[in-house]
């Protein structure tokens, strides 16, 4: 097969956009979805139905309560912040299905998705600046 076409492929089965997980939360697929950031950031402002479990104490005796069957879709800050990608690599080191939201929550806020926390914000309907 093209490594072109490989690499395309690959990158689909590890990470998800904004408009990907609006879809699939709206749908009630199987996912949960997990702030890697700090404590502190997560009570600021995060994903409505995410879960705050940051990557450094990710481990067998934080994620016992998981389901091993669900997806997860783990984000940070955005594109200049690798905690996500930590709690990707972690995750899956504890046998578990991930994915990588792209853009973090930064992106999300972006494409107009409503947060919650002290710093919440309501959704927005943006329009396609294309």
Not at 51 to 80: A, F, R, W
């Amino acid at each position: 097969m093209n490594t072109q076409i490989t690499y395309y492929q690959n990158k689909l089965v590890y990470e998800m956009d904004s408009w990907d997980l609006s879809e699939a939360l709206n749908a009630n697929q199987n996912i949960v979805v997990i702030d890697t950031r700090s404590v502190e950031a997560y009570a600021n402002q995060h994903i409505p139905t995410a879960i705050s479990l940051p990557h450094k104490t990710m481990s067998e005796e934080t994620t016992t309560s998981l389901d091993k069957e669900k997806l997860y879709i783990c984000y940070c800050d955005g594109i200049g912040c690798n905690a996500s990608t930590k709690g990707a690599l972690n995750m899956a080191k504890l046998g578990f299905k991930v994915k990588e939201l792209i853009g973090g929550i930064e992106w999300w806020c972006r494409d107009g998705y409503a947060t919650e926390g002290k710093c919440a914000t309501p959704a927005k309907n943006i329009e396609c600046g294309c």
